[in-house]
């Protein structure tokens, strides 16, 4: 028999609030019947063994190795049974009510085949979860530095759309993969994430081909989750979080762009690289204290 929901949790070294996070999930739902399935990338904090001896109930996916997001949630997406899937972060915790008001808007929005509930911070302020396609121009400029500099630029402030409280109902591009509220019969259409999105845009990614299928994305503000934001990719470090993102950067626009783009943003991103990275590292790197030097 079909459930309701399925919600699918991708976790790597998140432990405390991968419990938070199910936790929320299993008081705040009152009204649906949910299948919730962990995908846990190799964690080494005792993830796995939290969700098997605190959550029997949960479906749990240990995987060998870090397999990343989008091979992850495909994992996820396999085994999911429920009429509506909720691919959901590990460092999110759904406010009271919140997936039976998610659910309830899906059900009367049937044009609707993805949507995502206002995320903020744990100090309770406005998370801007919702952007734009990216674009050729203001993706130049962010790898050029330019927004270090002038982060109100309006290319960078509608491509983020910060002029936009999020209070309203409002379709979307895209909205962000920590919280993606799709319909099952939407997700077999496209057929999961790609798995050559190993970490980053391949929500992105997700959101055009639902576009492409003519489905529609929105936003629903009257429905909210606490985001505690990058709590895996973190642990990586500034350097090498960098890295990947503009890996998979270049993988969005070589795929959906035109080439011409793709290969402007390619010689960009290796000048970074190679200037501006080993830069970083210095500036970040600790003074040695007397004390390190024995």
């Known amino acids: 028999m079909q459930v309701d929901l399925t919600v699918i949790i991708i976790n790597w070294n998140t432990k405390h609030l991968l419990s938070l996070c199910i936790q929320a999930v299993k008081d705040h739902t009152r009204k649906l019947s949910l299948q919730i399935i962990v995908v846990d990338n190799h964690s080494s904090d005792g993830s796995p063994e939290m969700v098997e001896q605190k959550f029997p109930d949960v479906t749990l996916i240990k995987n060998k190795k870090n397999r990343g997001y989008g091979k992850a949630g495909n994992q996820g997406l396999k085994r999911a049974e429920g009429k509506y899937v909720l691919i959901l972060n590990s460092d999110v915790t759904v406010n009271s009510g919140c997936l039976d008001d998610m659910f309830r808007f899906m059900e009367s929005r049937p044009d609707i085949g993805a949507s995502a509930c206002k995320l903020t911070f744990p100090d309770g302020t406005l998370q801007h979860s919702c952007r734009k396609f990216p674009d050729f121009k203001t993706y130049l400029l962010m790898l050029l530095g330019v927004r270090f500099v002038f982060p109100g630029l309006k290319p960078f402030r509608e491509y983020l759309m910060l002029d936009w409280d999020h209070s309203d109902i409002r379709e979307v591009d895209q909205i962000m993969g920590s919280f993606m509220f799709i319909r099952d019969r939407v997700i077999k259409e496209v057929k999961g994430f790609d798995p050559r999105f190993w970490m980053y845009f391949e929500e992105v990614d997700l959101c055009l081909r639902i576009h492409e299928k003519g489905w529609k994305i929105a936003h629903y503000p009257y429905a909210s989750a606490v985001h505690f934001l990058s709590k895996s990719s973190e642990q990586w470090g500034e350097v090498k979080t960098i890295k990947e993102y ?48 024995y």
């Open 246 to 293: 503009q890996k998979s950067l270049l993988k969005y626009f070589q795929k959906n762009r035109k080439w011409y783009e793709y290969c402007t943003l390619l010689a960009v991103s290796r000048i970074k690289y190679w200037f501006f990275i080993p830069i970083l590292k210095l500036i970040k790197a600790p003074l040695r204290t007397n004390s390190e030097l």
